[in-house]
């Protein structure tokens, strides 16, 4: 029998981690045809309305009934504008493992609102449902993403050189592949410790007590 992730939404003091819904679709297009998005995700390009239906109605909710993973809309708790997406992907019940990336709306970079939205949803995943691996994978040049795995806990467990495929604009405009190596990291359930408080008093904000 297949396990899955339940359907639920998770609040931290600036940001409710959600499911997504047909209300997000224009947001959740604009956002993935950023520039720094197409650079480090394999996101079609254009990415238009149409194929952010078929993630909200399709891929999101089969993902989650075959027990792949689950994606949340990360949406501020005051306004609730779309911030980014968190996805779980890759995950295995039996060693009770899953992966763990994140995309931020242009806007809302420089907030902290990744880092926030990671760490809870990693706080959950370790503590409500019993899993004994988190793994993120960085683009190797991908500073930013980085920042958020270090800001969280994860511990680098080395490089996959040769397994990321990030993309360049080139002069006519259009867009090209180029290789390069991911960077791993982990988080245990034991790297949790202290990450809230310090995550805290670097960005001013607190934990995540709250979930719904």
């Known amino acids: 029998m297949t396990s899955t992730f339940p359907n639920i939404s998770i609040s931290t003091d600036r940001l409710v981690l959600r499911p997504l819904d047909e209300d997000d679709i224009p947001a959740l297009a604009e956002m993935m045809n950023d520039e720094q998005v197409a650079a480090w995700t394999d996101v079609p390009q254009p990415f238009t309305e149409a194929a952010a239906h078929t993630w909200i109605t399709e891929y999101a909710p089969a993902e989650r009934t075959a027990g792949r993973g689950l994606d949340f809309a990360v949406t501020e708790f005051l306004t609730q504008r779309l911030v980014g997406v968190i ?3 890759r995950t295995d019940w039996h060693i009770r493992s899953t992966e763990l990336s ?3 709306a242009p806007w809302a ?3 902290g609102y990744a880092s ?3 760490l ?3 706080q959950w995943v370790l503590g409500d449902q019993k899993f004994e691996r988190v793994e ?3 683009a190797a040049d991908n500073t930013a993403s980085q920042q958020v795995a270090q800001k969280i806990g994860c511990i680098s467990e080395g490089v996959l050189r040769g397994a990321c495929i990030a993309h360049v604009r080139t002069e006519d405009g259009t867009w090209t592949d180029v290789r390069t190596d991911f960077i791993v990291w982990s988080l245990l359930p034991e790297d949790l410790e202290g990450a809230g ?3 805290a008093d670097n960005s001013g904000f607190t934990s995540y007590s709250d979930w719904n």
């Open 197 to 199: 408080e310090e995550l």
């Open 102 to 104: 994140y995309i931020t």
């Open 120 to 122: 809870a949803t990693s």
């Open 109 to 111: 970079r420089g907030e």
């Open 136 to 138: 993120l994978r960085t």
């Open 87 to 89: 996805q779980l992907t």
């Open 116 to 118: 926030e939205a990671a």
